[in-house]
């Protein structure tokens, strides 16, 4: 599976977009892009996935560049509640074997 | 009731005992994983299972057995704990592409 690389942590005012950039300049044609969240020591909470069409449900939005090097996770109007470490994954969609997790972006959400 | 559940939440050891660490899910997947979280890292494979017979070694698997007794319980078992296996313990199912659901965690400390 293709690595990805995020920044270390980043800041978000309350009520405004949190936008999340994720790096993954080697990712296959075959491979999908996924989000996970963790609050403080909870299960990772799956956020979004998606291949090359920018996806959005009831939590977020997830755009991939044409070129599907990079991706943004977008949470439209972040809460305190969203603060969380926040993991980008690539992965073959029928890679059955696992995710890789690396260490994330941690969000802070500030009032 | 959550769609995977964990027990024990907490558990301390001593050094040399064996323990097991349980997992059911509601979900009616197939697939189940155990992954453990340490400070500052990622989430790191342990042994996964494709259905009741079939039973995988992770990336970190030495020190550590599991049991697939049905399609709904995985358990992970450490024959004689180490301190080093101080971490957080998460469950996860998952069935075909879709994202994986986590268990609430197990926080095991052995001393």
């Known amino acids: 599976d293709a690595k990805t690389t995020q920044p270390t942590s980043m800041d978000c005012a309350e009520g405004r977009a949190a936008n999340l950039p994720c790096n993954h300049s080697?990712?296959?044609?075959?491979?999908?892009v996924y989000w996970y969240r963790q609050i403080h020591s909870q299960g990772p909470q799956y956020i979004i996935h998606?291949?090359?069409n920018n996806e959005t449900n009831e939590m977020a939005s997830l755009i991939i560049t044409e070129d599907r090097k990079s991706s943004t996770l977008i949470l439209p109007h972040a809460t305190l509640r969203d603060t969380a470490v926040y993991y980008c994954i690539v992965r073959a969609l029928y890679n059955f074997n696992k995710f890789y997790f690396g260490s994330g972006t941690k969000l802070n959400v500030k009032p | 009731d959550a769609d995977v559940t964990q027990t024990p939440r907490n558990r301390i050891t001593k050094t040399g005992k064996r323990i097991m660490l349980e997992c059911s899910q509601t979900k009616g997947h197939d697939r189940m994983y155990w992954y453990r979280q340490d400070p500052g890292l990622g989430l790191r494979l342990i042994y996964y299972s494709f259905d009741v017979k079939d039973i995988n070694k992770g990336e970190i698997s030495d020190g550590y057995s599991v049991s697939r007794q049905a399609q709904a319980k995985f358990s992970l078992s450490l024959e004689s704990a180490i301190p080093n296996q101080t971490a957080l313990y998460f469950c996860?199912?998952?069935?075909?592409?879709?994202?994986?659901?986590f268990g609430s965690g197990t926080r095991l400390t052995v001393v």
């Open positions: 998606g291949l090359k």
């Open positions: 080697t990712i296959s044609g075959n491979e999908y």
């Open positions: 996860a199912t998952s069935e075909g592409g879709d994202g994986y659901t």
